[in-house]
């Protein structure tokens, strides 16, 4: 049977989490990237507790797309997503806008076996240099369990408004593209689990759980180069805002969930105010029906 005790070793650039010998996750706090990616810190390599690939990294179509990472596209005119910024009058098209998360320091980093937890402060820095965010990130790695396949991620973060100004958090659906409300913590799946099965609580599922509200969503698909499948089961949470978490998920051209916070309306934050949110994935080394995703969604919930 895996040995299923996790721990972490620093990297200096990312931080090693193993459940056993499995690296099942490395999160890089000081990422090489350009500009035009808006660089942040991110989760990938992202592996199951046998090993199997559950994210993937600069794809071809969207470079700024790395694993599981917490971004936005539209923040009072500033891009932390990377690449271009959408508008109804030039579609997207590309802005000297593009900002940088940059983590600060860590609070904690710590293993005990049963459970990871990294605490960490980062600055949101715009194009220009401005300070605009100080957030305080709690992730906790827990749950890995060898005999049902699953390990689970909880993320919690305070974003707190130091701008001077208000904040306005959007998304391109706020700015007029439909069905595109992605927005804070995203996970970018395997190239292979394209036109995976996107199952919902409550007996919702599939593409119509765009812009949907639910307590969970999963998405499984199936490994190239061995053989089986994975599913990654999402966790709404919850936000501080007013503004309901309603889910950015696709399956096709590639595997994509975000719950987002202002999927189509915008949360306005005020100067010294803070937005938290809290999301749980759960990572399962197995393609899952809904009778096993039903009782996982209970176990996990939030």
């Not at 599981?68 to 005119?77: K, P």
């Not at 098209?93 to 940088?100: A, E, K, S, T, V």
Request: net charge negative; proline share 5%.
């Amino acid at each position: 049977m895996l040995e299923t005790k996790l721990g972490v070793r620093d990297e200096d650039r990312s931080l090693i989490i193993t459940a056993g010998d499995v690296e099942i996750a490395q999160y890089v706090y000081h990422p090489d990237a350009p500009d035009a990616e808006a660089p942040k810190p991110y989760l990938h390599p992202i592996r199951s507790l046998t090993g199997a690939p559950m994210s993937v990294y600069r794809p071809w179509d969207h470079r700024w797309h790395k694993g599981l990472q917490m971004t936005w596209a539209h923040l009072s005119g500033q891009n932390f997503w990377g690449g271009p910024t959408f508008s109804v009058e030039k579609d997207y098209h590309w802005l000297d806008n593009l900002g940088h998360i940059n983590h600060i320091d860590f609070i904690d980093v710590s293993g005990d076996g049963e459970q990871v937890t990294i605490d960490e402060t980062l600055h949101w820095v715009t194009a220009a240099g401005e300070h605009w965010i100080t957030e305080q990130r709690r992730q906790v790695v827990h749950g890995a369990d060898a005999d049902r396949g699953i390990w689970a991620l909880d993320f919690t973060t305070q974003l707190h408004n130091v701008r001077g100004a208000t904040l306005d958090f959007g998304s391109p659906t706020t700015h007029g593209r439909p069905a595109a409300g992605y927005a804070g913590f995203f996970w970018r799946g395997p190239r292979s689990w394209t036109q995976g099965t996107i199952i919902g609580a409550g007996g919702q599922g599939g593409e119509e759980m765009m812009g949907a509200e639910a307590t969970w969503l999963a998405l499984a698909g199936r490994h190239d180069e061995i053989d089986g499948g994975g599913t990654v089961l999402a966790i709404a949470g919850h936000s501080s805002a007013s503004v309901p978490i309603k889910w950015f998920v696709r399956r096709d051209p590639f595997a994509v969930i975000s719950p987002s916070p202002t999927f189509d309306e915008e949360i306005a934050l005020a100067d010294g105010n803070t937005l938290e949110l809290a999301h749980r994935y759960v990572f399962v080394d197995h393609i899952c029906e809904r009778t096993e995703l039903d009782d996982l969604g209970t176990e996990f919930a939030l």
